[in-house]
């Protein structure tokens, strides 16, 4: 099973809502990850948590809060965004990229929109 | 400056021909991935590619990496509308030291009916 699951699909929700993404992956995966993609770009990294600990933030704007619970869970805390983070909001999880060949895999997404 | 570059950007071909997507670098890549991304969706991994001439294939899309792990490429054979989609390359160049993906800009593909 290689999959990521994402929720929900759709978001809208306006600057001054707070709003939460959520991500699980049952992969035994200890890497996982959030990117902002815009249309018709690559995924942009914006966050990694390695073994239930952030390792990597990209210098993103604090409206933007991740957690992770646990291993299997990911989160992404939204509040006072702005219509310019409206955007395809993925997922992802690896195994450890220094235990061998290192893979992504993506969940399908939470199309988020601000208004 | 990009690191890992992508082309074409765009392609628009009709149903049953053939096309190249070129992934180059002047780095080495410890392993490169190749994704198939549908509108609306997540990136869907097709492929691992790790050694350097390695060849895989999958049904009628045809993987290689270069002999120096700095370039690869995907070939469709007969295109089908199916096809269509945002196609990423993107590599691993710390050698699994970091948690980084580098990825391409991407190629556009619509193979019309």
């Known amino acids: 099973d290689t999959e990521v699951t994402q929720t929900p699909k759709h978001l809208v929700m306006g600057m001054t809502n707070k709003k939460s993404l959520k991500c699980e992956q049952h992969?035994?995966?200890?890497?996982m990850y959030w990117y902002k993609q815009k249309a018709k770009k690559p995924p942009e990294l914006m966050f990694v948590?390695?073994?239930?600990?952030?390792?990597i933030n990209e210098s993103v704007p604090s409206r933007f809060s991740p957690e992770c619970p646990n291993s299997s869970l990911l989160n992404l805390h939204l509040h006072a965004l702005q219509p310019e983070d409206s955007a395809l909001y993925l997922c992802?999880?690896?195994?450890?990229?220094?235990?061998?060949?290192?893979?992504?895999?993506f969940g399908p997404g939470t199309r988020l929109t601000v208004t | 400056t990009q690191l890992l570059e992508q082309s074409p950007q765009f392609l628009s071909i009709q149903e049953g021909e053939n096309l190249t997507v070129y992934c180059n670098s002047s780095?080495?890549?410890?392993?490169l991935q190749w994704y198939r991304q549908e509108p609306g969706e997540g990136p869907v991994l097709l492929v691992t590619?790790?050694?350097?001439?390695e060849v895989k294939k999958l049904k009628r899309l045809t993987f290689q990496f270069g002999d120096a792990r700095k370039d690869s490429s995907l070939h469709i054979t007969a295109a089908q509308p199916g096809d269509t989609g945002l196609y990423l390359c993107?590599?691993?160049?710390?050698?699994?030291?970091?948690?980084?993906?580098?990825f391409g800009k991407g190629t556009l593909l619509t193979v019309n009916p």
């Open positions: 992802a999880s690896s195994q450890d990229p220094g235990r061998g060949t290192y893979e992504q895999y």
């Open positions: 590619v790790v050694t350097g001439g």
């Open positions: 780095s080495v890549f410890s392993s």
């Open positions: 992969m035994g995966h200890r890497a």
């Open positions: 993107a590599g691993d160049v710390s050698g699994g030291s970091n948690y980084k993906l580098t």
């Open positions: 948590y390695s073994y239930e600990k952030l390792s």
